[in-house]
Nanobody
Framework: QVQVVESGGGLVQAGGSLRLSCAAS????????MAWFRQAPGKEREFVSA????????RSADSVKGRFTISRDNAKKTVSLQMNSLKPEDTAVYYC??????????????????WGQGTQVTVSS
């Protein structure tokens, strides 16, 4: 069983930065690939970024490459998403998710079994 809790959302002006954090419980956290997804109003949830269980490999959606950075601290059982140069189109509820596997990084929702409740990010123009 893994529980994930997101924090760090808020309101920021376009061009600003936010850092989201995801705190996870469970003894096997270090074995799980982790990811961030987001869902904007009226849209389907979409992949943002993912990181390997080891922290060595990452992948990100084209829309956030060069602006968002995912990282993890296995000792603290946390995953972070540093978001820079934010745009109004980044406004969404951001979700942290855990993949119970530790194979190749996936951008598919179905690959992730444990989800947090989400944290709201609003970027004003």
């Amino acid at each position: 069983q893994v529980q994930v809790v997101e924090s760090g959302g808020g309101l920021v002006q376009a061009g600003g930065s936010l850092r989201l954090s995801c705190a996870a419980s469970g003894r096997t956290f270090n074995n799980y690939n982790m990811a961030w997804f987001r869902q904007a109003p009226g849209k389907e949830r979409e992949f943002v970024s993912a990181i390997m269980w080891s922290g060595v490999g990452t992948r990100s959606a084209d829309s956030v490459k060069g602006r968002f950075t995912i990282s993890r601290d296995n000792a603290k059982k946390t995953v972070s998403l540093q978001m820079n140069s934010l745009k109004p189109e980044d406004t969404a509820v951001y979700y942290c998710a855990a993949d119970v596997g530790n194979g190749a990084l996936s951008a598919r929702e179905a690959s992730y079994y444990y989800w947090g409740q989400g944290t709201q990010v609003t970027v004003s123009s």
